[in-house]
């Protein structure tokens, strides 16, 4: 049974970082991603990760801030996150084989909180 376990949210103040990860059990998948929500908005879309290669790609409003990676050993995909602002602040979940345009993937996390005071 595929399980993703996202770890790592909390509150911070704007500027700080904060580094979340996303532990994957079952198998590996070809993309690894991350997507947020923040309260009354819908799914936003905030990195990916091929999983061989390692190639990634980001949201513009998170590009030079945001860093996704993975440890193909420990099954788990990081969102690396620094200069944080109060915009930020969302439900961010871990995603496998996502597809981009439609919100959408194979599986899901639970999510994980994070808020960004001012």
């Known amino acids: 049974q595929v399980q993703l376990v996202e770890i790592g949210g909390g509150l911070v103040q704007a500027g700080d970082s904060l580094k979340l990860s996303c532990a994957a059990s079952g198998r590996t998948f070809a993309t690894m991603g991350w997507f947020r929500q923040a309260p009354g908005k819908g799914r936003e879309f905030v990195a990916v990760?091929?999983?061989?290669?390692?190639?990634?790609m980001y949201a513009d409003s998170v590009k030079g801030r945001f860093t996704i990676s993975r440890d193909k050993t420990k099954k788990i995909v990081y969102l690396e996150m620094n200069s944080l602002t109060p915009e930020d602040t969302a439900v961010y979940y871990c995603?496998?084989?996502?597809?981009?345009?439609?919100?959408?993937?194979?599986?899901w996390g639970r999510g994980t909180q994070v808020t960004v005071s001012s």
């Open positions: 990760i091929a999983w061989n290669s390692g190639l990634t």
């Open positions: 995603a496998a084989n996502p597809v981009i345009s439609k919100k959408v993937a194979d599986y």
